[in-house]
Each structure stands twice: as structure tokens, then as C-alpha cells.
């Protein structure tokens, strides 16, 4: 039977709450908000907060800023993260209010896996677009699909060139759903 991946993403509602960008000890947004979801692992000194832009109903998992930066409430983190420990890293984020109840999520690896023509509309950047150091790199991703052959055993990464997809194993999927985290949404891929 051949493996099953799911993009997770926040389930956005009216009356969730909005994280703003991670800001470092300083209270200064970090120089770059989007290190979170680059598929790699993360250096960060001192301890990061997250602030909340918009009041509302909390979820257990969210994304946070312009960066998107994945934020997980501990216990929904500790599963993902027993599943899948050579894939992710957990930076602890404190969030007022709730503090040591949360973490950010990033996903280790980054794997070019995005299926051009089963994907329902992919664009390059080109030169003519006007930002060079983007050229070959996805512009538009609309109904991504991916070929599973090339996920090798990894069960949560990002997409090469379309690194806001974050993509997790059937079996993540279904963990999560069975305890029920708020604010997650999965979508076949």
C-alpha cells in the first residue's frame, strides 16, 4: 500500500486567535521570520516569544507571523515529535499568558518531492519576474500534489521550493486527530 502524506495547516476561523512574528530576548522581531519554515534546522540563541496579535480562542496548533512559523502546544509537539524525531525541532516559545506550553515547530528537511504535473497549476519565478535570486524556485503551487517515492522515510518536512507546504505522514495525521488539537487542518497531498 503505498504511503499517504497530508499538508498540515492551520484551520483558520473566525475567533482563533493571531500570533504576530517571533520576536528574540530583546523584544526585537527575529532578522528573519521565515528560518522556521526553510527545512532545516534552526540556531537560535535566548528564548523566543510570540506575541498575540489578535485575541481569540487559543488552538494547539497555529502559525505565527508573517514567517508562518509553525506553533504547537507541547503535548500535540511531544507526539509529533516521538513519531518523527530525526525530523523536527522543537524551540520553546513562550506566549503570554501560556508560558512553557508551547513550542515552534520546525521541520528539519526539506525534500524535492512536488509533482509538477499531477499538481493542479505550477509557476516558476522567471527573470522577468524582477527578483533573480528566486529564479527556478516555485511561484505558484495550487493543488499540490507529491510523489511519495521520493519522501524516502521522512514524516514531517517542507517542500523544496515551496517551503510554506508542511507536509506529515499519514500516521502524524492521524495521531493528531486522535487527540483531538485544535487548529489543525490536513489536506491529501
Partial sequence: MPKRYFRLKEYMKAGNWDLGDPLDEQ???????????????????????????????????????????????????????????????????????????????????????IDDNASEEVRYWKPEHGQPERVGDYKVVAGLRIDPSKVGDAKVFRTWGWDIALIVSEDIKKAVERVKATGAKFVDV
Fill in 27 to 113: 523584544g526585537q522581531e527575529v532578522e528573519n521570520p521565515y528560518i522556521f519554515t526553510a527545512g532545516q534546522p534552526v540556531r537560535v540563541t535566548g528564548h523566543l516569544t510570540v506575541p498575540i496579535d489578535g485575541r481569540g480562542r487559543r488552538l494547539e496548533f497555529c502559525t505565527a507571523g508573517i514567517g508562518a512559523a509553525p506553533v504547537v502546544h507541547v503535548r500535540v509537539a511531544a507526539l509529533i515529535a516521538e513519531l518523527a524525531p530525526d525530523d523536527v525541532q522543537l524551540l520553546p516559545v513562550d506566549i503570554k499568558g501560556y508560558p512553557d506550553q508551547y513550542v515552534i515547530l520546525v521541520a528539519t528537511k526539506r525534500i524535492r518531492c
